[in-house]
């Protein structure tokens, strides 16, 4: 394993990052035409999750330094610009632009130099399911001696993600230090929200930024991105609150270095050290921009009044829609402060109120994230989700848009309890084991649904009309959705005779629990548009 000074490999330019564009077709562009053409390119798609929200990460962070919007008229004149101008970026890169070479001999990307003297291992230690040692995934099969190499392109983009989402654990240390914690991105859902286009979605998620009037909050003058800073890292790891918001966006929790030999004609990554780095001190709800928050609620299901507020994180199977409330809809006065969405769906609300969007327009809201196992040191599963995001019911002011989706959210909670209290009645019963796949017969199919539910909230929301339809049909789905699913484990039960009466007795009951939940709900709908429309 070898590091050649000779050799570059400039991330402005080269193909690395990989993208979709408007037609559909896959491609990989450097950041400079991914900025440049971002109006006719549809989004970001790495390989895994993680890798996409690190991506754009890293992307929104260049963006907010070259293309700085101050002002809500200046966000209205990127807008209808249509596409983005060269002349902010090559203004930007006149100062900056030697910092972006992956394999410069003094300045490396995202990397930290001073690792030259430590032995490089395999570069499959930047890919969780190809990691070797405590960070292997539990579906990993690769060895320490295992020969692995990398492409330029492949390896940036792992040490992206690295950075943004390594598990905390033991690490090769530079020279005492081995114990790293979780990078930032662990402990939340990365929120972005997605537009027709790369540009539009740039626009969404960029906010007004400057760091002299310490915007966005908690953004100090010294904020900066990483690539920025006057030196490069020393080795050893240190701790730190964030400087503001470019800073958090590519914060180095890990020293990372790559090596790379020629293969051929090609320049390949074949080793990598990556030791602790810095660990973040501030507190997200404060600083983390692409998350939302809430307050953990006890058993009664309320929330815990002087309990701190705590991201939304995804979850298998159960969609990301069931946090609706804490990712769409504004925190009302008085509530004390029990939830808060991410700042960029504020800020297209003022617009839209200003006449800068369309008040129709609907967008998607796309959350990535991975599971951990229960030591935090191990990816279990990548996770993705998307929900709608209408313009609508981002505006809405009312504190009944929030009561009647978190009553919509809890009727498709309490049938999903009752279904899994069906089969767990009837394991009691006969001390059966028990069986699997209930959520799974459950919980996706209601995600289609609950966004349509959302479409159609808005539409009523705009006509001025109450939202009993859309909120009936959901009603109606969730618990057709929740019978099929009962049913269907009530015909494959292991049955004899005994058990034909014992399972018909349990889904009789359980079939009465969710007609009663449909009329708790019903109820509860008419109740609060009935104080709606008294007040």
């Not at 050649?4 to 077709?25: K, M, Y």
């Not at 990993?140 to 905390?168: K, N, R, S, V, Y």
């Not at 609706?324 to 509530?335: I, K, N, T, Y």
Request: net charge positive; with cysteine; hydrophobic share 40%.
């Amino acid at each position: 394993m070898t590091r050649e000074a000779a050799t570059s490999f400039d991330l402005l330019t080269e193909r690395w990052i990989p993208v979709i564009d408007r037609n559909g077709t896959p491609d990989k562009v450097g950041l400079r035409r991914l900025l440049l053409e971002s109006h006719a390119l549809r989004r970001i798609s790495g390989s895994t999750s993680p890798m996409t929200a690190a991506l754009y990460r890293l992307v929104l962070a260049l963006f907010h330094r070259a293309y700085a919007v101050t002002t809500e008229v200046e966000w209205k004149d990127r807008w209808e610009a249509k596409s983005l101008p060269a002349k902010p970026l090559q203004k930007y890169l006149a100062d900056f632009g030697d910092r972006f070479d992956l394999f410069d001999p003094q300045r490396p990307f995202l990397q930290c130099p001073a690792l030259a003297r430590v032995t490089p291992q395999t570069p499959a230690k930047l890919i969780p399911h190809r990691a070797v040692g405590n960070n292997v995934t539990l579906f990993d099969h690769t060895t320490a001696t295992d020969i692995t190499l990398l492409d330029p392109d492949e390896a940036a983009c792992w040490l992206i993600t690295t950075q943004a989402f390594d598990p905390g654990g033991t690490k090769t240390p530079y020279e005492r230090v081995r114990s790293s914690k979780l990078a930032p991105c662990n402990r939340l859902g990365v929120v972005l929200v997605e537009g027709d286009t790369l540009l539009q979605t740039l626009l969404f998620n960029a906010l007004l930024y400057d760091p002299e009037l310490h915007k966005p909050r908690k953004t100090t003058i010294d904020d900066a991105p990483i690539w920025e800073a006057a030196v490069p890292p020393p080795g050893i790891p240190d701790k730190r609150p964030a400087r503001g918001w470019t800073d958090l966006l590519t914060w180095p929790s890990r020293r990372i270095l790559l090596s790379h030999r020629r293969d051929g004609d090609a320049i390949k990554v074949d080793g990598v050290v990556i030791t602790p780095g810095v660990e973040f001190t501030g507190e997200l709800v404060h600083d983390e921009k692409m998350a939302a928050f809430r307050q953990p609620t006890g058993k009664n299901g309320k929330p815990k009044k002087d309990a701190p507020l705590q991201p939304i994180r995804l979850a298998p199977l159960r969609g990301v829609w069931r946090h609706s409330v804490e990712l769409l809809l504004a925190d009302q006065p008085g509530e004390g402060r029990s939830r808060v969405r991410p700042p960029a769906l504020d800020q297209i609300a003022r617009l839209a109120e200003r006449g800068r969007l369309p008040q129709g327009a609907s967008y998607t809201l796309r959350v990535f994230g991975q599971q951990l196992n229960k030591e935090q040191s191990v990816v279990v599963d990548y996770l993705e989700d998307a929900v709608p995001a209408p313009v609508a019911l981002l505006r809405a002011n009312d504190p009944v848009v929030a009561t009647l989706v978190g009553i919509a959210i809890a009727l498709a909670d309490d049938a999903g309890a009752a279904l899994r209290h069906l089969e767990s009645g009837y394991r009691e019963e006969r001390r059966a084991k028990p069986v699997s796949g209930l959520d799974l017969a459950y919980w996706p199919h209601l995600t289609n649904a609950f966004g349509e539910l959302l479409e159609d909230m808005a539409k009523a929301r705009r006509k001025q009309r109450p939202e009993t339809d859309a909120l009936t049909a959901w009603a109606e789905h969730v618990a057709r959705t929740v019978r099929s699913a009962g049913n269907r484990w009530a015909t494959g039960a292991s049955i004899d005779g005994r058990d034909l009466l014992i399972i018909a007795k349990h889904v009789e009951k359980f079939d009465n629990i969710v007609a009663k939940l449909v009329r708790t709900f019903q109820a509860k709908v008419r109740g609060s548009l009935t104080k709606e429309q008294d007040g």
